[in-house]
C-alpha cells in the first residue's frame, strides 16, 4: 500500500490515508476513517496502545478536525448539530437523521457536530469541522442534513447538486488530530491532499 507517515513512535504510526484505501486493511486500526476520506489515521503498534487510545476515543477525549466542502453557501458562520443518527430503514449502507418522537428512535445514538466557515465561494462553503462524537458516516449524514451535503458525495449528496470539474470523491479531510497516550500529549496535523487543493484552486479561478 502506498501511503506517508506522518508521526511515530515506539507506539503509534498516524498513516496519511489516500482515498480509495479502507481503514480495515490496517492491523491494529484505532480509529475508521470512510474509503474515500482522505487524512490522519492512526494504528498501534501495540495492544497496550491499541486498547488505550480506543478508550480515549469512545471516552471523547480526542480532538478531531476535518476539512470538508459543501454544497450551498451556509447561514450562519459556526454552529454545532446535535440529532440522534442510526442507519436509514430504506438503505442499509446510509445513516439518517432521527427525531425523538420519530417511531424506530429506540437504540439510536447522539451525534454532536460542530462547525466553522473557512471560505465562501459562489456554489459552495469551505468549512472546518469538529466531530465531539464518532458515529459512522456522522460528518456527511450531518452535513446532508442542514441541506449542505459535502461536494461529491454519491450517498449522501442531492440530485443535480453542483459538482467541481476536477472532484473524483467527497471533499472530506482529516487533517488534525490531538491525543494522549501514556500521559504524552501528541498533536498530529495533516495538509489539504493535491486533488483537493486543485480543486479549490480551480474554484477560486474560474467558480467551478
Known amino acids: 500500500m502506498d501511503f506517508k507517515i506522518i508521526f511515530e513512535n515506539e507506539d503509534l504510526l498516524a498513516i496519511d490515508k489516500p482515498p480509495g484505501i479502507n481503514s480495515d486493511d490496517f492491523e491494529k486500526r484505532v480509529h475508521r476513517l470512510d474509503k474515500d476520506t482522505s487524512g490522519i489515521l492512526l494504528v498501534a503498534k501495540n495492544?497496550?496502545?491499541?486498547?488505550?487510545?480506543?478508550?480515549?476515543?469512545?471516552?471523547r477525549m480526542v480532538e478531531k478536525k476535518y476539512i470538508a466542502l459543501v454544497v450551498g453557501s451556509l447561514k450562519n458562520k459556526?454552529?454545532?448539530?446535535?440529532?440522534?443518527?442510526?442507519?436509514?430503514?430504506?438503505?442499509?449502507?446510509k445513516q439518517k437523521v432521527y427525531f425523538p418522537q420519530e417511531p424506530g428512535v429506540g437504540g439510536k445514538r447522539t451525534a454532536i457536530t460542530e462547525y466553522k466557515t473557512l471560505a465562501r465561494y459562489k456554489d459552495y462553503t469551505l468549512l472546518e469541522i469538529t466531530p465531539k462524537t464518532g458515529r459512522k458516516h456522522q460528518i456527511r449524514t450531518h452535513l446532508a442534513y442542514l441541506g449542505h451535503p459535502i461536494a461529491g458525495d454519491k450517498v449522501y449528496g442531492f440530485k443535480n447538486q453542483p459538482h467541481p470539474e476536477e472532484l473524483k470523491r467527497h471533499f472530506l479531510h482529516a487533517n488534525y488530530?490531538?491525543?494522549?497516550?501514556?500521559?504524552?500529549?501528541?498533536?498530529?496535523?495533516?495538509k489539504l491532499p493535491?486533488?483537493?487543493e486543485k480543486?479549490?484552486?480551480n474554484i477560486e479561478k474560474y467558480g467551478h
Request: no cysteine; hydrophobic share 35%.
Open 47 to 59: 495492544d497496550e496502545a491499541l486498547i488505550e487510545l480506543q478508550k480515549h476515543f469512545k471516552d
Open 78 to 93: 459556526s454552529g454545532i448539530i446535535e440529532t440522534l443518527i442510526g442507519r436509514s430503514p430504506k438503505n442499509r449502507k
Open 177 to 190: 488530530l490531538k491525543i494522549r497516550l501514556k500521559n504524552q500529549t501528541i498533536e498530529i496535523k495533516s
Open 194 to 196: 493535491a486533488d483537493l
Open 199 to 201: 480543486v479549490i484552486t
